[in-house]
C-alpha cells in the first residue's frame, strides 16, 4: 500500500504501423500515421513530465494494451512514471478498473487522460487536480463530442460501463451519469483529439510538432565507447529527428553505423567548434543540440528544447550541470557552474547547447575551432538577444562524465580549467591552449 497522493493515469498504445490510428491510417498511410501518434504520445508525456516536476509527490502510471511490446514501450517512454496493463473488455471498463487501481493503492485523487491529444497542457491537469473534490469531479471534453479528461476522488462504475465509445455523444453521456451519480462537474478546457486528416491543420502551427531536433555529437571517441550513449538517445527521438556524429580525424564509419544505420557520421579535422560547425552544415533539423559525448541529457530532453525553443526563440539554451559519478567537491563545481550561467549567462558546452538554427547562423555558428566554443557561442548570443531571453536554463540537469576530474584529480582539472579561461580571454592562441588542455595536435594547416 502506498502512501496517500495524486495519481495520474494516462492511456496508450505502443505506436506500431497498423496497429494504432486506424481512421488517420486509411487517409495518410499507416506508417505516417504510427509517427503522428507518436508524436502525440511524446508530447503528452512531456506535459506529464512538467506537471510531475511541479507535483513530485504526485503518482504516473501508463497504462498499455496488454497486446503492446511491454519491453519495448518501456524502452522508448523512459521518464518518472510506471506502467501497468489495462483491463477489462471494452474502453469503459478499462478506464473503470484503472482508476479502481489507483484508489486502491492509495490515491486521494485520479486524473485519466489519452494520448490523442494535440494541445494538451499541464495547467490542465493541474486545475483538474485541484478542482476534484467531494461529490465533485472533473471532465474535460474534447472538440469531436468525446472527453480527454476525467478526474474524481473515489471509484466510478455506472458512468464508464458502457460499451459503445468513440461516438459524438461520449462526453454528454458521461455528463449525465456523473451527475447521475451525485458528482458536480467541473469542466476543463475543451481540447483536440487526432483521429482523422483534417485534425493534422491544427499540429502543423504548433512548433513543437513542426520542429525537428538534430543532435551533433563531436567526438573522438571509438565506436564502442559511444554505442550506450547512441541507443539510449536514439530511443528518446521523436520521428523526423536525428543524430550526426562528428568524427575528429579517421574513424570506423562501419562500426558506428552498425550501432544504428539511421545515424549520419561524418568527419573534419579535431576541434569541437570546428566540427560542431561541420555538424550544423550537414544537418537538416531546425533545432540544434550539440552534445557532448560524455553527457548524458535527461529522457524527456527532445520536448524539452522544443518547448524552450518555442517560448525563446533567438535564445541560446542549456540544462543544468551534474556530474556522474559525483561527490561533494564535483557538486560543488557543478553548483558553480549553473550559477556561473544563471548570473552571467555563460553556460559549459557540458550542459548541452541548443538553440534554432536560424538563431545559430544568425550570429555565425561557433567563432572558435578548439577551445572555448561554448564560450564564445554563449557571448554571441547575449550580444544579440534580450535580457534573459539570450540564454534559456532549463531546470533540469544533463548528466556530465566526472572522469577527466577523477583521473587528474578534481582541484588540478578544475584549476586547468579556469587557467585555460583566463588565457583565453586574454588572447592566447587557441591551438597553444589546446594542446595544453588536450595533449593533441590541431594539425591546422590553414595557417
Known amino acids: 500500500m502506498k502512501s496517500p497522493h495524486n495519481a495520474l493515469l494516462i492511456f496508450l498504445r505502443y505506436p506500431e504501423a497498423g496497429k494504432v490510428k486506424r481512421r488517420l491510417s486509411e487517409e495518410i498511410g499507416s506508417e505516417r500515421a504510427a509517427e503522428v501518434y507518436e508524436k502525440l504520445i511524446r508530447r503528452t508525456l512531456g506535459v506529464a513530465g512538467d506537471f510531475k516536476r511541479r507535483a513530485s509527490e504526485a503518482r504516473v502510471v501508463l497504462f498499455y494494451t496488454p497486446q503492446d511490446p511491454v519491453e519495448k514501450l518501456k524502452n522508448k517512454f523512459r521518464g518518472p512514471w510506471e506502467f501497468c496493463p489495462q483491463q477489462g473488455e471494452h474502453l469503459g471498463e478499462r478506464m473503470a478498473n484503472a482508476l479502481q487501481a489507483a484508489f486502491a493503492t492509495g490515491a486521494n485523487k485520479t486524473v485519466l487522460i489519452g494520448t490523442d491529444l494535440s494541445d494538451i497542457e499541464a495547467k490542465d491537469i493541474e486545475g483538474a487536480f485541484r478542482n476534484i473534490g467531494e461529490k465533485a469531479a472533473v471532465l474535460g471534453p474534447a472538440a469531436d463530442g468525446g472527453f480527454y479528461l476525467i478526474g474524481t476522488d473515489r471509484p466510478i462504475g455506472a458512468p464508464l460501463h458502457f460499451g459503445t465509445w468513440g461516438t459524438g455523444e461520449v462526453f454528454s453521456r458521461t455528463a449525465r451519469e456523473l451527475e447521475a451519480d451525485g458528482f458536480h462537474i467541473h469542466l476543463a478546457a475543451k481540447r483536440h483529439d487526432v483521429d482523422c486528416k483534417r485534425d493534422l491543420d491544427g499540429m502543423g502551427s504548433d512548433f513543437l510538432f513542426a520542429g525537428s531536433v538534430s543532435i551533433i555529437i563531436p567526438s573522438l571517441s571509438e565506436a564502442h565507447k559511444l554505442s550506450p550513449l547512441l541507443l539510449y538517445l536514439e530511443s528518446s527521438l521523436w520521428p523526423g529527428d536525428e543524430i550526426v556524429v562528428v568524427q575528429g580525424g579517421a574513424f570506423d564509419k562501419v562500426a558506428l553505423q552498425r550501432i544504428s544505420p539511421s545515424l549520419t557520421v561524418v568527419s573534419t579535422r579535431k576541434g569541437r567548434g570546428l566540427q560542431q560547425n561541420a555538424g550544423a552544415i550537414l544537418s537538416r533539423g531546425t533545432i540544434l543540440f550539440f552534445l557532448h559525448d560524455d553527457s548524458i541529457p535527461p529522457p524527456e530532453f527532445p520536448y524539452l528544447i522544443r518547448r524552450a525553443c518555442r517560448d525563446y526563440p533567438t535564445a541560446l539554451g542549456c540544462f543544468k550541470l551534474r556530474f556522474l559519478p559525483s561527490n561533494r567537491a564535483l557538486g560543488l563545481i557543478a553548483a558553480w557552474a549553473n550559477l556561473r550561467t544563471a548570473l552571467f549567462k555563460l553556460p559549459y558546452g557540458d550542459q548541452g547547447l541548443f538553440c534554432r538554427r536560424e538563431a ?56 586547468l580549467n579556469h587557467s585555460i579561461f583566463l588565457l583565453g580571454a586574454l588572447g592566447r592562441d587557441e591551438r597553444i591552449l589546446y594542446r595544453k588542455y588536450y595533449g593533441l595536435e590541431t594539425r591546422d594547416t590553414s595557417r
Not at 572558435?368 to 531571453?389: H, I, N, P, W
Open 360 to 415: 545559430f547562423e544568425r550570429v555565425g555558428g561557433f567563432g572558435r575551432s578548439y577551445l572555448m566554443e561554448d564560450v564564445d557561442l554563449a557571448g554571441k548570443f547575449r550580444k544579440t538577444g534580450q535580457g534573459r531571453g539570450s540564454i534559456s536554463i532549463l531546470p533540469v540537469p544533463v548528466y556530465s562524465s566526472s572522469d577527466r576530474y577523477l583521473r587528474k584529480g578534481i582541484l588540478k582539472a578544475s584549476l
